[in-house]
């Protein structure tokens, strides 16, 4: 599936797109894990797993990157040069499946551990959240893996399955449960579920590129690019919102804790 | 555009200052992690950030090192040798570029954050910042990228729009806030803004000398060791002037905790 060659410019734009994700997804994870103590206890198992997840995730586009180096030779002398693919390397694209497969569930616990909700419904939720998730990703591998179009679009139909199920969660039966979230926060809650929407819309539309014929070089660039974007913001990003909400509300109940964070003391205020 | 050969002396000065930043950036990380509960809570948020520019700079240089490692090889047998382009390798400069676009824009935050302004001040600066840091970086990959003089003068020219932006923010709009600071830090919070200027200055220069027709080896090594340094004093040493600044203003705001502190006694006196 990898293009025939690239040029140094199109190696390069890949190149520094995968070491892009690397850096965030690692540096976020470092930042949250310095800032777990500034949050109540309560919501620190939403920001372990966020921090769990990009550390994962910076995991595996370390063995995409070396991937993808491997995969490719260059007549280059230290200038411009052709990439060709190398003799006895492949580029693994199923790395990113085994790192969703861990990831995209976690991204949903994520979400559900930081509304803290009664013990009951946060286990219905996730009961029927996490399941759905690894199926989507587990049903999505074959086609990935065929060159056939036939099994590509059959098991594209299956993942959408559970894929279609987690948005009427998510979109649902969930919104009940926004509604009784401060209001400082029932914004940022409301968007992570488009955030998530938007940034795994990508997946699928890189999916079937290959059923609509669209190939070269060009459009696999396009496709790494998309992937890499995707990352970042399905989980980096999103990270950084779900540890504001853990955040402010934090300061909203427990305004002694406020007091003594402080940082801006007009932010604790605002937030309250 | 990098040259065809270098000097024993030359690559091993562009080798040692690739390597100083990398140690620069790390250990620096490394003391302000450290240091993070020696300043009051509202003040970590600016060396959390800051610990994480110096590690993600820290990160890239090592991929730099690398990638400039691999792009030559020599003649060399233990003594003095030639060091020439080496075949399947290319500098990859576009490093920078990925580093400053997560790292220029937390640079602005760490400044932000260490003023501790009231939260819609603060988020009204950011909105300005950010944005216009992001901006600024990536409208000057496609010109450094370009071997079009004419290509790369447009997009420096479009890259300059927002850095004068930045300026206009930082030594405009900012001033005033500036004056509300406590007077032991007012002087090295305005300093700081020379600092960033001073620092960004290397990289126009830089991206310019291709176009005078600036070239050659010694050009080249010039420029490493410029970016280099630049590097160092725009994310190492800003950082720890950023400390200072939250230590300073943790002692004058909280006469209980530089009491605690007191480590440098007379320092705690002097700033209360």
Not at 113 to 128: F, G, T
Not at 191 to 198: A, V
Request: glycine share 6%.
């Amino acid at each position: 599936m990898i293009p025939e060659s690239l040029t140094q410019g199109q190696f390069d734009t890949v190149y520094n797109f995968l070491s892009l994700v690397i850096a965030s997804q690692l540096f976020t994870a470092l930042f949250l894990l310095i800032c777990l103590p500034r949050i109540l206890p309560r919501y620190r198992q939403a920001i372990t797993v966020a921090i769990v997840v990009c550390g994962i995730a910076a995991y595996h586009y370390l063995r995409i990157f070396d991937s993808f180096k491997d995969a490719f030779v260059t007549d280059a002398v230290g200038g411009d040069g052709i990439y060709t693919q190398a003799a006895g390397a492949s580029f693994n694209e199923g790395y990113r499946y085994v790192d969703w497969l861990l990831t995209v569930p976690l991204l949903l616990v994520e979400l559900i551990a930081v509304l803290a909700l009664a013990r009951a419904l946060q286990s219905k939720l996730l009961w029927r959240l996490v399941p759905a998730a690894v199926l989507m990703i587990a049903l999505g591998y074959p086609g990935e893996i065929s060159d056939d179009n036939m099994v590509r679009g059959i098991f594209f139909g299956l993942s959408m399955i559970p894929f279609l199920y987690i948005l009427y969660v998510l979109f649902v039966q969930l919104t009940a449960s926004l509604d009784l979230q401060p209001a400082g926060v029932r914004r940022s809650l409301s968007n992570l579920r488009w955030l998530l929407l938007g940034s795994w819309a990508v997946y699928p539309i890189a999916y079937l590129l290959p059923m609509l014929n669209v190939s070269g070089a060009d459009a696999w660039v396009g496709m790494q690019i998309g992937y890499s974007v995707a990352d970042i913001t399905a989980k980096a990003v999103y990270a950084l919102i779900i540890y504001r909400v853990a955040r402010i509300k934090s300061f909203a109940e427990d305004p002694a804790f406020a007091e003594r964070e402080m940082s801006h003391g007009a932010f604790a205020r605002e937030t309250v």
